[in-house]
């Protein structure tokens, strides 16, 4: 089991003020999520109280001195020493602090990923001092957020140790299979130029490679479709009726579309390249309801109220991470990513899988789902 220490100090080597954190660099935070997802964390009694719960998709293992000391969803030990050998057999153990728990597990620790600030911060515990010649760099990045920071990660000397997973300059995303779904969001021709009187998004025949290859990394395989009436309120019968709100009494209904991937019809079916519908593990069939237009394919309804079976499928099949792709990004994609993350999965958008209406509306989509939670790669090649 490979021990590494994560952290995050300013220039002078601080780490923390009043039991917090005295920065706030949400791309850190990415990696940090990025790197430890599907691992096993260590963590004294003060920082776990700081997050103040079980990180989603780790394990966690809490040091107290308090052997009556207890913590819901956690694994709770007296010493370091009984925390490693529970960890054991992990793949990688992650060391989170706090300032006690480094100074102790920093002989034990055969690498570190750290964070550093180019400026001091005041604060009240402090990462201790490297040893000279102790540790060697194996990987350095200059990054700019709300303030100038470096990430690098320290290897032991004369320690024989797989390279970590970097790839193009970048931390691949780490997915446990057995645990991940493939999701195809509404990957139709209906949405593509193959059907261009529907509503076609450029590129949108084009993602069929990327999503086959995305679930290669998944257990199971899902796929949404829109499966329409030929008239409903919904549907614009001209140029100008089109995104123009829906008249009348219709909670479940917002704006006005041209028809699209009606049932029988060519914009129903998949795009070329995707395997059959009998193929996948589930088909979610949404929107057939003339008085309700859902995006999201969790939900048939606007409201999120009446559950299309996609959350308690994936649950029912011990999912906990999601590669999400398909048709557009900034509709029906945001949409399912937000619903799965507020259902509480990890979910990890592929953007090469994805195409998008609008360049602002998807930049804002993948801002939104970024805010909530989610992660992104550029293609299935960042997956490990």
Request: proline letters at 6%.
């Amino acid at each position: 089991m490979l021990i590494s220490i994560i952290v995050a100090m300013a220039k002078n080597r601080v780490i923390g003020k009043n039991g917090q954190l005295p920065w706030h660099l949400p791309s850190d935070l990415q990696r940090f999520k990025q790197l430890t997802m599907g691992q096993t964390l260590l963590m004294g009694r003060l920082t776990f109280e700081s997050i103040g719960k079980p990180l989603t998709g780790r394990r966690t293992i809490v040091v107290s001195r308090d052997p009556e000391y207890q913590a819901a969803g956690c694994e709770v030990t007296n010493t370091i020493e009984a925390g490693i050998q529970l960890a054991s057999p992990a793949e990688e153990l992650f060391i989170c602090g706090g300032a006690d728990i480094y100074q102790q597990t920093l002989p034990l620790a055969e690498r570190i990923y750290l964070t550093e600030l180019d400026t001091k911060m005041e604060g009240d515990c402090y990462f201790p001092e490297l040893l000279a010649g102790e540790f060697q760099t194996i990987y350095t990045e200059q990054c700019t957020e709300v303030m100038n920071y470096s990430f690098s990660i320290l290897q032991r000397n004369n320690c024989n140790l797989p390279a970590p997973l970097i790839k193009n300059e970048e931390i691949m995303i780490r997915i446990d299979k057995v645990k991940t779904a493939s999701f195809d969001v509404d990957p139709q021709r209906g949405f593509t130029p193959l059907c261009p009187d529907e509503l076609p998004v450029i590129g949108g025949d084009q993602i069929a490679g990327e999503l086959n290859a995305q679930a290669g990394f998944a257990k199971v395989r899902l796929v949404s479709k829109d499966c329409h009436p030929a008239e409903a309120p919904w549907v614009a019968h001209s140029a100008a009726e089109i995104m123009q709100p829906v008249s009348g009494d219709y909670p479940n209904l917002d704006i006005k579309w041209p028809p699209h991937c009606v049932v029988g019809t060519e914009g129903n079916r998949l795009i070329p390249g995707l395997p059959n519908e009998a193929d996948y593990d589930l088909v979610i069939e949404k929107g057939k309801d003339p008085l309700m237009h859902p995006y999201g394919a969790c939900y048939q309804d606007l409201a999120e109220t009446i559950s299309t079976g996609a959350i308690e499928w994936l649950k029912e099949q011990r999912i906990d991470t999601i590669l999400l792709g398909g048709l557009a990004t900034d509709y029906c994609v945001k949409a399912t990513g937000l619903q799965l993350l507020r259902a509480g999965f990890r979910i990890i958008v592929n953007l090469a899988g994805c195409r998008g209406v609008a360049e602002e509306t998807s930049q804002q989509a993948i801002e939104d789902m970024r805010s909530a939670g989610a992660e992104f790669i550029n293609s299935s090649a960042d997956l490990a």
